[in-house]
């Protein structure tokens, strides 16, 4: 951005250095002065930041706009969690991925009760944002409260890119609140392998 | 461009300080994690948000963030929280919100660390909406140095709005107490060098900017990026040279610019001027007609075309001169007939449409830069309209409000779902409820109560009495009423008879044991019954408590089923009418971007006719002069061959 405003800043900055070139070339009646201020003129965009009015008032009509969108947005996501996941029954599992050297993440299957419930593919941008540390809710549903199992299946290239598939199994007790499980896939740097770590959060 | 977008995400992550601390040092370039800013994700939610953000998915992690918080699921990072959400409304054009947060930040419940981000990021909002006096001011309440990145950003920045106030001798120095002049052979310090060379050709100190722009026309260009900076900074001071009359200065210069580059055709256009100024017209014309072969959509080609006769003429190849001002009107001619037709074409509306469908992003983005300009007759003479500020905005405004349009028709379907959900939710109770209406029924909790209370009297009398036998159990009580009746019949009976007697006596000798053993066990019986009172009145008490809570659940499920109900219902309405100003205000974009697009084609067509108008007189101006010479000799051959 500010390397791109620079630049900006340098095309703004130009034009008055290129009426230099033609201001000194300028010795003869048919010498293309005037065309010369032409050339400097169009190396000028319009400079940033100073804008136009209507442009303002546009953009202040689509600022508003937006705004009004992302907060229908907002209101729209809590609804739907409120109405389809309700707190009581909610249960969320997470996927989380701490360095990454030794496991390249493809898909993750997650079993609950014995029932597939999710099945992800990552792209490698979905891959990229986990390794810079976000992480992915892959899963939410309803479970009632009492005992239940979660399987969870990763698939991907572990060490040496050697295809690799490994499963991590948790009992869960579901009480009267939301519960969240993270899958995380961690380095175990001293046996070079990856290792998958189920951490249950309240 | 795809590289400038990720710079801009790689300068915000650094700025909110989120970079992953676990950044692997063998990847490519990824941002440093910040020192002094670990990042651990405390709060699952917190990097669900960041997984959105990370994929540049502004939208989705702003409407994340906001459910969070809305949740309070991202108690862990409530400052981080804000600085990501103020800007994420700053990429996504809200300046005036992002400017909010960012204020609300500055107070000294804030770490330092997130004040100076805050400051810095308001800075940017105050520039970008052109209060440039706030904006220096927020800059100079930056205390100390910013973490990574940044901090040449924020001297940049300072530099940047110092200029802009034509402070200059200001700027040179804000860049130069952070940059020591000459030193440093990174990216950040060309920049900083050009920039301050070219501070000083605005000052009129071309021998100091001189020695700036010199050295940065040399450095080894390690990347596109830095190359074009060179070029620049060569051709900026080869411009300042001829403007200064140093011709040769200037040529010097010059040819440092790379033949195949952005600014090569002003290179060579410049080029040929300092020869010309040295009335080298011969030399002039090699960069001149190297130009005249390339595009003719470049201002600097078109002048070329002028350029080329101009040098015949002062070379007296009058009959060149004519015949290349004879091309250069027919060039002219016809590249304004190509405007014409481009205009035609934003007219009939199909500008932006070229323009968006042509790139593939699908995020929205107040950073978000055109990739390629698709090669259209809508778009082929916009190239410098497009660099520039406005339009880009417009653009990113038209294509933002494209994209909330889908989202909204996304959300429309799902309302549907919202809808089904809420008569579920209805149906469900109401069968539930005879049930529960039953289970209700069969429990009498006030029959309950006076029987627990009729039980803590007995007790209280027991123990106010000390009736030991009171606590025995009914195998004990059964014998002991048999030895008070055997007594009642003995008391009737032949005291004097001996057998009587034997059995009386057998009689209280049972009765003492019986009453040694209530005796004895009497501590531990009462603790054990006020221990099952207690029990029982916490079993009792919980029972009322759920009753309560199943009688408020029966009462209020309906109640927030309809609040859902009601939620639902003013969606509808709600998404359409939003829909249909997305729709509108797009097209009012469309229309004003078309407006301003039309306006910069009418302006190169101006210069079109003015270099056709230019043209035409020189040619004029030689066959008056043919004319002349030719009547004064008499019939004289015309050495120059004009036409």
């Known amino acids: 951005m500010l390397r791109q405003s620079l630049l900006k800043i340098t095309v703004t900055l130009l034009p008055l250095l290129f009426a230099a070139g033609p201001a000194a070339a300028r010795d003869d009646a048919t010498a293309p002065s005037e065309t010369a201020v032409q050339l400097a003129d169009s190396s000028a965009p319009a400079s940033s930041p100073p804008q136009g009015d209507n442009f303002k008032s546009l953009d202040e009509e689509v600022q508003a706009l937006k705004k009004e969108v992302l907060d229908l947005n907002r209101e729209l996501f809590v609804l739907e969690e409120e109405l389809l996941f309700p707190a009581n029954t909610q249960v969320a599992v997470f996927v989380s991925m701490d360095v990454g050297e030794f496991f390249a993440l493809d898909s993750v299957t997650l079993k609950l009760d014995n029932k597939e419930v999710a099945n992800y593919l990552y792209t490698e941008r979905e891959a990229q944002a986990l390794l810079r540390g976000g992480v992915h809710r892959v899963f939410i549903g309803n479970l009632k409260a009492g005992e239940h199992e979660l399987i969870a299946l990763f698939t991907g290239q572990g060490p040496n890119q050697r295809d690799y598939r490994r499963g991590a199994t948790l009992k869960l007790e579901k009480g009267v609140g939301a519960k969240y499980v993270e899958l995380k896939i961690s380095d175990k740097a001293v046996k070079a392998q990856p290792e998958f770590v189920v951490k249950e959060w309240e | ?643």
């Open chain 2, 1 to 643: 461009m795809p590289g400038r977008c990720n710079k801009v995400l790689v300068a915000v992550l650094l700025a909110l300080g989120i970079t992953s601390a676990s950044a692997k040092e063998k990847r490519p370039p990824e941002p440093r994690p910040l020192i002094g800013t670990p990042q651990l994700v405390r709060d699952l939610h917190w990097g669900d948000v960041l997984f959105y953000f990370y994929q540049g998915d502004y939208l989705q992690a702003l409407t994340r963030l906001g459910a969070a918080q809305d949740f309070e699921r991202v108690s862990h990072h409530g400052v981080e929280a804000e600085l990501l959400k103020g800007g994420l409304y700053l990429s996504l054009g809200q300046h005036e919100e992002a400017g909010r947060i960012f204020k609300a930040l500055l107070n000294d419940n804030v770490p330092l660390d997130v004040r100076n981000r805050a400051w810095f990021y308001l800075a940017k909002v105050w520039y970008q909406r052109n209060y440039l006096e706030e904006s220096a001011i927020a800059l100079a309440s930056i205390r100390g140095a910013l973490p990574g990145d940044l901090e040449p950003e924020r001297h940049l920045l300072e530099a940047q709005v110092l200029m802009y106030l034509n402070r200059y001798d200001e700027a040179i120095r804000a860049l130069e107490r952070w940059q020591p002049v000459g030193k440093g052979g990174d990216v950040w310090s060309s920049y900083a060098r050009f920039n301050i060379g070219v501070a000083l050709v605005r000052q009129e100190r071309v021998e100091e900017a001189a020695e700036l722009l010199n050295e940065v026309g040399q450095i080894a260009a390690s990347s596109e990026e830095l190359a074009a900076l060179r070029d620049k900074a060569n051709l900026a001071l080869g411009f300042a040279w001829l403007k200064a009359n140093r011709p040769e200065d200037a040529k010097k210069v010059l040819q440092r610019v790379r033949l195949e580059g952005p600014q090569s055709n002003k290179a060579l256009l410049a080029a040929g001027w300092a020869d010309s100024a040295e009335k080298k017209y011969n030399k002039a014309l090699a960069p001149w007609l190297e130009l005249r072969d390339r595009d003719l959509l470049d201002a600097a080609v078109q002048e070329s075309y002028l350029a080329i006769p101009y040098a015949y003429a002062q070379l007296a190849a009058t009959g060149q001169a004519a015949q290349q001002y004879v091309t250069a009107v027919e060039a002219f001619a016809a590249e304004s007939q190509r405007i014409d037709q481009s205009i035609q074409a934003i007219r009939d509306g199909k500008l932006l449409d070229a323009i968006v469908e042509n790139d593939q992003g699908d995020q929205v983005g107040w950073y978000w830069q055109l990739r390629n300009l698709p090669d259209a007759p809508e778009t082929r003479y916009l190239y410098h309209l497009m660099a520039t500020h406005e339009f880009q905005e417009g653009l990113k405004n038209y294509r933002d409000l494209r994209l909330m349009q889908r989202n909204l028709a996304t959300w429309a379907l799902s309302v549907q779902a919202f809808d089904d959900m809420v008569d579920t939710r209805r149906r469900a109770f109401d069968q539930r409820v005879p049930g529960l209406q039953k289970t209700l029924d069969g429990v009498d909790l006030d029959a309950m109560e006076t029987h627990k209370n009729e039980l803590e009297s007995r007790l209280a009398a027991t123990e106010r009495d000390d009736d030991v036998t009171a606590l025995a159990t009914s195998r004990e009580k059964e014998q002991w009423t048999k030895v008070q009746q055997i007594e009642a019949v003995l008391a009737k009976a032949d005291q004097n008879d001996p057998m009587v007697q034997e059995m009386r006596e057998k009689a209280r000798l049972i009765r003492g044991k019986l009453l040694w053993d209530f005796n004895g066990s009497f501590k531990a019986r009462q603790w054990r019954a006020r221990k099952e009172l207690r029990e029982l009145d916490v079993a009792y008490k919980e029972a009322r408590r759920r009753s309560v809570l199943v009688e408020r659940a029966r009462g209020d499920y309906p109640a927030r089923t309809e609040e859902f109900a009601r939620r639902v219902a003013s969606l509808p309405p709600r998404i359409g009418g939003l829909s249909a100003r997305l729709e509108a205000t797009a097209q009012a974009q469309n229309r004003y971007l078309a407006a301003v697009a039309i306006k910069e084609l009418e302006s190169q067509k101006q210069r079109l006719a003015a270099y056709s108008l230019q043209a035409r007189f020189a040619l004029a101006s030689i066959y008056d002069k043919a004319a002349t010479s030719n009547t004064a000799g008499e019939g004289g051959a015309d050495k120059g061959g004009a036409q």
